[in-house]
């Protein structure tokens, strides 16, 4: 998958809250995901700072983090959108106590952990979408 073209560096601008969206895709070069729901095979997060985005992608064998040099109000998420793929706003939540359930590590698990999602029914792509929009 491929991330969008640089950017020239810009003028720093005063952090904010970061913000979250979810990424899903349909494609995979693993043959036993494509039993799962066509278009929600994987899923990836991208999360914004108001200064830089970071995409956050748990792949098989090793999770991709990478920040991007992107101007500030550059949309990441309309990108990806326009690239054919779904992208779903998520809460990040921060300040839990309690440790999340255990699960298997996969891509869904992985985005799961990043947003303080404790969610222990939800297993699949299709799962994790259903939740963050039905919570929308």
Same mark, same amino acid.
């Given at each position: !998958?491929?991330?969008?073209? *640089?950017? *020239?560096?810009? !003028?720093?601008? *005063? $952090?904010?809250?970061?913000?979250?969206?979810?990424?899903?895709?349909?494609?995979? $070069?693993?043959?036993?995901?494509?039993?799962?729901? =066509?278009?929600?095979?994987?899923?990836? *997060?991208?999360?914004?700072?108001?200064?830089?985005?970071? &995409?956050?992608? $748990?792949?098989?064998?090793?999770?991709?983090?990478?920040?991007?040099?992107?101007?500030? @109000?550059?949309?990441?998420?309309?990108?990806?959108?326009?690239?054919?793929?779904? &992208?779903?706003?998520? =809460?990040?939540?921060?300040?839990?106590?309690? =440790? @999340?359930?255990? @699960? =298997?590590?996969?891509?869904?698990?992985?985005?799961?952990? +990043?947003?303080?999602?404790?969610?222990?029914?939800?297993?699949?792509?299709?799962? +994790?979408?259903?939740?963050?929009?039905? @919570?929308?």
């Amino acid at each position: !998958m491929s991330h969008p073209p *640089a950017a *020239a560096p810009s !003028m720093a601008t *005063a $952090p904010r809250p970061p913000a979250a969206w979810v990424v899903f895709r349909g494609e995979s $070069p693993l043959w036993w995901l494509r039993l799962l729901k =066509p278009g929600f095979r994987h899923c990836l *997060a991208l999360l914004n700072d108001g200064r830089c985005w970071v &995409v956050v992608d $748990p792949l098989a064998p090793f999770t991709d983090v990478t920040v991007l040099d992107l101007p500030p @109000a550059f949309d990441l998420p309309g990108w990806y959108r326009d690239q054919g793929l779904a &992208v779903v706003a998520a =809460p990040l939540r921060r300040g839990l106590t309690r =440790p @999340a359930p255990w @699960a =298997p590590f996969t891509c869904v698990e992985a985005v799961k952990r +990043l947003l303080g999602l404790h969610a222990p029914l939800v297993l699949t792509p299709w799962q +994790l979408h259903r939740r963050l929009t039905r @919570a929308a």
